[in-house]
Every structure is written in C-alpha cells, then in structure tokens.
C-alpha cells in the first residue's frame, strides 16, 4: 500500500524557516518524480513545486510564488522528501501536502501538514 | 487568480448529473492532459480522472472526463450525498513551466 507521511508544520513567525518532511513507502520511491503542494485556508489547491529522479539530475521546478525562497530534495537512501522554507510569509500559512507525480497527475497524496506563519 | 477557470459551485438533487467546467489556454489544456481531483471536508485531494477521460483504480464510471480544445469537462452522474466535495482541474503549463490547478468548484447535492 501506497503511504506518504508529512510532518515538520507548526507556527512560525514571519520571515522564519521550516523545514517539512514527507517519508514514503509502498513503492519504489527512487523512479517517481515528487511534489508538493499546498491549500491555504479557505482557499484552492496550489503546486509548489517538484524534484525529478536521478537519471533526470533530480532538477527541480517551483512555482513563481516561492522560486528563491523554498527548495525541494530528496533522499532515496530514506525514502524522504524535504522541503526547506525560508524567508516564510503570511501568505504561505497552508496545508502542505506531497504528492506522487506520475507522468503529470498525483496519484497518491500524503495526509497533509499544517504551516502557520504569523507573528 | 487562477490560470484554468472554474465555475465556484455547481448543485443538483440526488440521482441527477452535474457537469464541471474548466477552461485554459493552449499553453496548458490544449497541449496537455488534463486530470481531475476531489477534496472531501477535511481530506487529503484524490485523483479521480486522470490523462483527460480515465478513471484509476476504485473510482465508480459514475465519474466522467473529457477535453475538447483549450477546455475539459467532469461529469458526475447518479449524484450522491458523499459526493459532496471541492473539485479541482489540473495540468502542466508549458509556458509556466509548472503544474497548475483550476480555481475548485463546490458540488452541492440538495
């Protein structure tokens, strides 16, 4: 079975880091591209961005939104995903989620965790 | 402002078909596959369609996806009460270089 588990969320205050962790298992973590993705309260889903596999230089691609300020990696040794969030603002108060990418569509998504950026 | 167009709410008495817009542009859904996610209170998002009309694994042929153009279609026939739920559009933007979603419709069975 198919499990992704994020966690790291909590209160943060602006212009602080953080540091989410999503850990997978069910299947062969190494061949999937992954993402995140996020939903602020009360409002839609947004891509946040992702990292590819080894054989594609585990590039990573993110959203407008966060370019500079958060990086995806990855540990294939841990079955780990990472995202690192620095310089947080209000606006990036949500709930995290990873997501499996497979050929373009998330077809297994973790339970999600809960970013609060406030003072 | 999201880039693939959604209407906010859709409603329909239980039994009945609700169809779900979404429209972009030939960066994204003309060139691209489309696929379909649900959000029941509280959860996690789900895939329901995905590459513009197939179904994974579990989800009932009660689901339906199609794309004509710049623009896809999800229809929901035979509606139930636990279909009530946020439903989302996505695909790859190639000029964006980035995945993007539809602004979500609310399905209300009444």
């Known amino acids: 079975e198919v499990q992704l588990v994020e966690s790291g969320g909590g209160l943060v205050q602006p212009g602080g880091s953080l540091r989410l962790s999503c850990v997978a298992s069910g299947f062969t973590f190494s061949d999937y591209f992954m993402d995140w993705v996020r939903q602020a309260p009360g409002k839609g889903l947004e891509w946040v961005g992702r990292?590819?596999?080894?054989?594609?230089?585990?590039?990573?691609d993110y959203a407008a939104s966060v370019k500079g300020r958060f990086t995806i990696s990855r540990d294939d040794s841990k079955n780990s995903l990472y995202l690192q969030m620095n310089s947080l603002r209000t606006e990036d108060t949500a709930v995290y989620y990873c997501a499996r990418e497979n050929w373009y569509r998330f077809d297994y998504w973790g339970q999600g965790t809960l970013v609060t950026v406030s003072s | 402002q999201s880039v693939l167009t959604q209407p906010p709410s859709v409603s329909a008495a239980p039994g009945q078909k609700v169809t779900i817009s979404c429209t972009g542009s030939s960066s994204n859904i003309e060139n691209n596959y489309v696929s379909w996610y649900q959000v029941l209170p509280g959860t996690a998002p789900k895939l329901l369609i995905y590459d513009n009309n197939n179904r994974p694994s579990g989800i009932p042929d009660r689901f339906s996806g199609s794309k004509s153009g710049t623009s896809a279609t999800l229809g929901i026939t035979g509606l139930q009460t636990g279909d009530e739920a946020d439903y989302y559009c996505g695909t790859w933007d190639s000029s964006l270089s980035g995945y993007v979603f539809g602004s979500g419709t609310r399905v209300t069975v009444l």
């Open positions: 990292i590819k596999i080894r054989g594609d230089s585990y590039t990573t």
